[in-house]
């Protein structure tokens, strides 16, 4: 195997590959990143019996050949190189790496006892990346951390014709997101597949930089439990989770005994300095009143603070806290300069959506359900 590629796109491309890679595989092989030339591309791959990650080259002089080497070495190594164009050469078992004046070589690792990366599904459709990005980033952060509770670590996708929903919840709080999608098959029947959460998140951002995503689902037979996704020369797979995904519609309030109208910015910056003094797990206090939002909160040591905003409050007064962090998790995920939060008692779950247009001009169907923390008494 041998090609010369631009240093810059070589570290780009291990970079991104190298994603995928576990900290600690089960098997060494798991470690390296496969790199096969055919003809003019160099494709550059990740494994780790889950997630899978690929992005293809265009390189020069090149003589097929493929081989794998060490993930972490190998990305350290691109991204010091000296800008100028990189010569690579496999000779017997070592991989040598010529650039400028730097020259390396580095021992390769058995290319047949690396496991067979798995085929990208068959495409479901297609979806604006950026969009599909901002939508991914909203409902993440609702999902779990706890990997005793899988079916809380992912991310529900539902396709429905034109429609794709994206939903995520740790049991605390819950975000919704849906937008529109162009299906491969209009007449399709809807599907319901649970995707873990931060290979997700991963994928949505690092594939945002073309105008279109491809997602790719498994259906029957070999290869089940798969989905893909693709963008310009980039391609990354992973296991669905085999978990039932908790009935999260049945959370969601059908109608509210009040609403509050804030602007999103002034309520970030009021929720953060009165956390300043709260202890952990301790929550901020919200007082709706007419015309006002007034902040409180309290620590160790007698400490308090307070503060008062104006909104647009409608119902009877209204009491309720929250965790700090998930409060400004929903409020940051909005992407609009106001939000509206929809109430239905001081210790039922409150509803946060935005009110306006988000920072592209696009309409938001998105919803951020937040369980209040019971105050005493």
Request: net charge negative.
């Amino acid at each position: 195997m041998k090609f010369r590629v631009e240093r810059d796109a070589l570290a780009e491309a291990v970079a991104w590959a190298a994603r995928s890679l576990a900290t600690r595989p089960t098997i060494p092989v798991l470690a390296g990143l496969l790199l096969h030339v055919d003809g003019s591309t160099l494709a550059v791959s990740g494994f780790d019996l889950e997630a899978s990650t690929q992005v293809d080259v265009e390189i020069t002089g090149g003589v097929d050949g493929t081989a794998l080497v060490s993930g972490r070495l190998l990305a350290e190594i691109s991204k010091a190189l000296p800008p100028h164009p990189v010569d690579v050469t496999v000779d017997g078992a070592r991989l040598n790496i010529s650039c400028g004046a730097a020259k390396f070589s580095l021992p390769t690792m058995p290319v047949e006892d690396y496991p067979k990366l798995p085929s990208m599904p068959t495409t479901a459709g297609t979806v604006s990346s950026s969009a599909f990005a901002t939508a991914v980033a909203q409902v993440a952060i609702a999902a779990g951390r706890d990997d005793t509770l899988p079916m809380l670590t992912g991310v529900r996708l539902e396709i429905d014709g034109t429609r794709l929903t994206l939903a995520a919840t740790d049991r605390y709080r819950l975000a919704v997101r849906e937008l529109d999608w162009t299906p491969s098959d209009p007449n399709a029947e809807p599907i319901q597949v649970l995707v873990p959460a931060r290979a997700l998140a991963d994928a949505a951002r690092s594939l945002s930089h073309g105008d279109e995503m491809t997602v790719a689902l498994s259906s029957t037979g070999v290869g089940e439990g798969i989905i893909g996704f693709a963008g310009p020369g980039r391609r990354a797979t992973t296991r669905l989770l085999d978990a039932q995904f908790p009935p999260y519609r049945t959370l969601l309030p059908s109608d509210w005994s009040s609403t509050a109208e804030v602007v999103v910015s002034p309520l970030v910056e009021a929720v953060k300095r009165v956390a300043l003094v709260a202890d952990r797990g301790t929550p901020v206090r919200l007082e709706f009143g007419d015309g006002a939002v007034g902040l409180s909160a309290s620590g160790e040591n007698e400490s308090q603070a307070e503060e008062q905003l104006e909104v647009s409050y409608d119902g009877e007064s209204i009491t309720t806290a929250f965790n700090p962090q998930f409060l400004l998790d929903g409020l940051g995920a909005l992407d609009t300069s106001s939000a509206r939060l929809l109430f239905t008692s001081a210790n039922k779950p409150v509803v946060l959506r935005p009110t306006l247009e988000s920072s592209d001009g696009a309409a938001q169907e998105y919803t951020y359900l937040i369980m209040p923390v019971r105050l005493p008494g």
